[in-house]
């Protein structure tokens, strides 16, 4: 055993000396999330009596119990779970598939991997760092959580603390395995996004029809186990087994099957192309690198258009009378009509998430540059602008493209006229194009910092869904982009901040260009 380990010791020192940064913000953000939302729900909902109605009310809405599942207990600490509970438990998933693909597969696809393992390495050490590292990220979401929920009950933030970090891990490990069974990092990340997705929309499923959290559905989702965990509301630890079981499961397969293969192998079979090419064109290539991706995210945007539209019509029992839950809402949507509110929030939302979607198209070729395959393609008499050109076409259409069906989806599932919901949609791809102009920048001109794009898309996100319940002031919140945009549908537009941040975004593609152009290729 202990060969097959050797050199696990230092392969997790350099996980998390690589991470330093990425693991610290992943666990503050998640961990600080849920630990913030005592003081915003305390100052929503200040006394029992209205806990209670809200508990009572949210619990019979089907559509809240779809996005935040059902209220097992009403005091401060029970709605904390239930309101930021699974979206804290999605948040450690992600981070957790990030970092194990990270040490795994990409380690693997791009050459390092090998050069690793003709050292004193254990077949199985990379591996076992990797996971290292996740649970490193899960143990300090589940500590902040912990110690930030003790003040309402030492049981019920401990419960918490460690069914957010156990969902994590049971993540992290179904990407361990994913990253056995793949030839790609890209892909690896996409099946177990994939199995996040699907652990939601289950989830979801199940608590839309059953108000005690009790459903099949909602059982057979990891996220589901979480919830059912019950912090606050009468613990059942024994859930936690149920957690750890599939992590050891998933942990024995993924051992198993990586001293089955070798470095840089994988058991699914990479399809092979056609004898001969017929891309005749830098543009046809990214098409064919990034149409899989695109689709992927086409069906979840219109998926998502229609469950949100579907809870329009409950938007007033969001909120019932409390006043401070309305401000909220209009803070985040910008309009006095309640109903107009609630979608320009989701419209919101959509946007800042379109912007993820956007960051990773533009840095599709980054990640071509560093793995080599950019250099070929280069070497002929395709120029540098011409083939990044090929890539932002997929990110700045393909961003256009998904809102588009973010808002058709709101407007079908709500029923009311089209018009109005697509146009604020639209409305948002100023500030998405601004984010992506930030990659393309940081791209061009600073290859090695190109990463931090996608800091800055969580940071927006981040300030546009947890800023206003924090009341975070208007300056923090207009750091965003997206804070600067008209809050559509409802009020009158405005075309001053649209222009200025279409004007900004096409600035920032110019110079991220030019700086591609003048500098080395990394190699």
């Known amino acids: 055993m202990s060969a097959v380990l050797a050199g696990t010791g ?23 999330l849920v630990a913030s939302g005592v003081g915003s729900l305390e100052g929503l909902y200040g006394t029992a009596a209205e806990r209670a109605e809200v508990a009572a009310s949210m619990t019979a809405n089907s559509s809240m119990r779809a996005l935040y599942g059902p209220v097992f207990d009403d005091s401060l600490g029970g709605l904390v779970a239930w309101r930021f509970g699974t979206f804290a438990a999605v948040l450690a998933a992600v981070a957790s598939l990030i970092v194990v693909v990270r040490h795994t597969r990409e380690e693997e696809e791009t050459g390092r ?60 490990t179904t990407a361990a395995l994913a990253a056995q069974l793949t030839e790609s990092a890209r892909l690896a990340k996409g099946l177990t996004g994939g199995a996040v997705g699907l652990a939601f929309v289950l989830r979801a499923a199940g608590d839309s029809g059953s108000a005690d959290g009790s459903s099949v559905l909602t059982w057979l989702s990891p996220i589901g186990w979480a919830e059912n965990v019950r912090a606050f509301a009468g613990e059942r630890w024994w859930v936690l087994l149920l957690i ?20 840089g192998a994988s058991f699914l079979a990479t399809r092979p192309g056609p004898a001969e090419g ?14 899989g991706t695109l689709l992927g995210w086409s069906l979840g945007f219109l998926l998502g258009g229609l469950v949100f539209g579907g809870m329009v019509e409950g938007a007033a029992d969001i909120v019932g009378d409390n006043e401070q839950a309305r401000q ?54 395709l120029g540098r602008v011409r083939w990044a050109t090929g890539h932002l076409v997929i990110a700045f259409g393909g961003s256009a493209l998904i809102l588009l069906l973010a808002g058709l989806g709101l407007a079908l599932s709500y029923g009311h006229d089209a018009g109005p919901v697509l146009g604020a ?22 290859p090695k910092a190109a990463t931090a794009a996608w800091g800055a898309a969580g940071l927006c996100l981040a300030l546009g869904w947890v800023g206003p ?55």
């Open 244 to 263: 750890a079981a599939a992590v050891l499961v998933q942990t024995a397969a993924a051992y198993a099957l990586t001293g089955r293969r070798d470095v």
């Open 328 to 381: 909220i809402f209009e803070r985040m949507g910008g309009q006095s009509a309640l109903t107009d509110a609630f979608l320009a929030t989701m419209v919101s939302l959509f946007g800042m998430v379109a912007a993820l979607f956007a960051v990773g198209s533009v840095l599709r070729p980054h990640g071509e540059e560093t793995s080599g395959r950019a250099e070929p393609l280069l070497a002929n008499a």
């Open 469 to 523: 319940a924090l009341e975070l002031p208007q300056a923090a919140l207009n750091l965003s982009p997206f804070g600067h945009l008209p809050k559509l549908p409802g009020p009158e537009m405005s075309w001053t901040p649209v222009v200025a941040l279409t004007v900004l975004a096409a600035a920032l593609v110019t110079a991220g260009l030019a700086g591609l152009r003048r500098r080395d290729m990394l190699s």
């Open 425 to 446: 949609s639209l409305a948002q791809l100023p500030a998405v194009w601004t984010l992506a102009g930030l990659a393309v920048l940081l791209w061009g001109a600073a």
């Open 113 to 172: 991997q090998e050069m690793l393992s003709a050292g004193a390495v254990g077949r199985r050490a990379p591996l076992t760092a990797a996971l290292l590292a996740a649970l490193t990220v899960n143990a300090a979401v589940a500590l902040i959580v912990t110690a930030g929920l003790a003040g309402q009950g030492a049981a019920g933030a401990l419960a918490l603390g460690l069914a957010i970090g156990g969902t994590g891990m049971v993540f992290a």
């Open 278 to 291: 017929g891309l005749a064109t830098a543009g046809a290539l990214a098409w064919r690198l990034q149409r």
């Open 10 to 32: 230092t392969l997790t020192r350099l996980a998390l000396r690589r991470d330093r940064l990425v693991i610290p913000v992943w666990a503050l953000v998640t961990g600080g």
